[in-house]
């Protein structure tokens, strides 16, 4: 049986437009392809494990790809929501970026700092730091940010829910310039991947 979906995702999966495209990255058994196939949402699911993708191919695209050492697998294609859960590959997050659509969500829940108090996993590789993930969507729009400890079970997470706003048009039309690109961190990011 499959785990159901987490709660940060389930309780921010009313922004996803009605019947769009979803990407689920590192989909694994496919607990929240199967979520938002039973929502409508025409899903693909993304993982290096083919085995795992197996029962998932009964409702979504699947698509097998080590998202660490090849390529990105879908660039030129765009998702109208970018899945992540517990999975971390820092030099990923230009690619989940850009195959956002316009008005696009991401919706990202990893492990953070102090999970190495409570279990795996436990390298800093696979830990995002203080605020890391808010650095990680610069450009997107957040919506909301979680940075703490849960109870069940016991881990540190961070989560967020982006939007990638559609091109300013309408200020143009009327001969305005488009509003002020929101305030950008000047900090790089390093190579990571998951336990």
């Not at 790809?65 to 990923?92: H, K, M």
């Not at 230009?94 to 990202?108: C, F, K, M, N, Q």
């Amino acid at each position: 049986m499959t785990a159901p979906p987490s709660a940060w995702i389930t309780r921010w999966a009313h922004l996803v437009p009605a019947g769009g495209k979803v990407l689920d990255v590192a989909a694994g058994s496919g607990r929240h392809s199967a979520f938002f196939a039973g929502r409508g949402h025409a899903v693909t699911a993304l993982d290096r494990d083919a085995s795992a993708l197996a029962a998932v191919s009964m409702f979504a695209r699947t698509l097998v790809a080590d998202l660490e050492q090849a390529p990105w697998p879908l660039t030129g294609e765009s998702f109208d929501a970018v899945i992540v859960t517990n999975y971390l590959c820092r030099p990923l997050f230009s690619a989940l970026i850009e195959s956002l659509a316009p008005g696009g969500v991401l919706l990202y829940e990893t492990f953070a700092v102090g999970n190495e108090t409570v279990g795996r996993p436990s390298r800093p590789d696979f830990l995002l730091a203080r605020g890391e993930l808010l650095r990680l969507a610069e450009g997107l729009r957040i919506v909301a940010f979680e940075d703490g400890f849960l109870t069940t079970p016991e881990r540190f997470v961070q989560r967020v829910v982006a939007v990638r706003e559609p091109p300013a048009t309408l200020p143009r039309r009327f001969g305005l310039e488009p509003p002020a690109s929101p305030v950008r961190s000047v900090e790089s990011c390093g190579s990571g991947g998951h336990e």
